[in-house]
C-alpha cells in the first residue's frame, strides 16, 4: 500500500522560506515520477511543481517559477519543494502525488493515482 506523508509546512511572513517533505513507501520510489499540488480555500486544487523518476527534469507553475525548488532523494524515498519568497497567494493545503509514470504528462493531476493527507501553508501579509 502506498503511502505518503507530507511535512514541513507552518506559519511563515511574507517573503519568509519553508522546506516541504514527503515521504514515500509502498512502491519503487525511484521509478515514478513525483509532484506537489495545491488547493486554496474555494479553489480548486493546482499543480505546483513535478520531479522525474532520476531528478533530471523538473517542472514548475509559471507562478512559482524562480521561487520554488522541486528535489528528490532516492536513496531515502523522499521529495522536497523549497518554497522561497513566499506570498500570501501561496497560502494552501499542499498535497504530495506519485505518478503512475517516470516522466510522463507530470504537470497534469490524473498522471498521480497516489496522495499524501496534504500539509498547510500559511503565509501572513
Known amino acids: 500500500q502506498v503511502q505518503l506523508v507530507e511535512s514541513g509546512g507552518g506559519l511563515v511572513q511574507a517573503g519568509g522560506s519553508l522546506r516541504l517533505s514527503c515521504a514515500a513507501s509502498?512502491?519503487?520510489?525511484?521509478?515514478?515520477?513525483m509532484g506537489w499540488f495545491r488547493q486554496a480555500p474555494g479553489k480548486e486544487r493546482e499543480f505546483v511543481a513535478a520531479?522525474?523518476?532520476?531528478?533530471?527534469?523538473?517542472y514548475y507553475t509559471d507562478s512559482v517559477k524562480g521561487r520554488f525548488t522541486i528535489s528528490r532523494d532516492n536513496a531515502k524515498n523522499t521529495v522536497h519543494l523549497r518554497m522561497n519568497s513566499l506570498k500570501p497567494e501561496d497560502t494552501a493545503v499542499y498535497y504530495c502525488?506519485?505518478?503512475?509514470?517516470?516522466?510522463?504528462?507530470?504537470?497534469?493531476?490524473?498522471?498521480?493515482?497516489?496522495w499524501g493527507q496534504g500539509t498547510q501553508v500559511t503565509v501572513s501579509s
Open positions: 502525488a506519485q505518478s503512475v509514470t517516470g516522466d510522463g504528462e507530470l504537470p497534469l493531476s490524473y498522471s498521480y493515482p497516489y
Open positions: 509502498g512502491r519503487t520510489f525511484s521509478v515514478y515520477g
Open positions: 520531479i522525474s523518476w532520476s531528478g533530471s527534469n523538473t
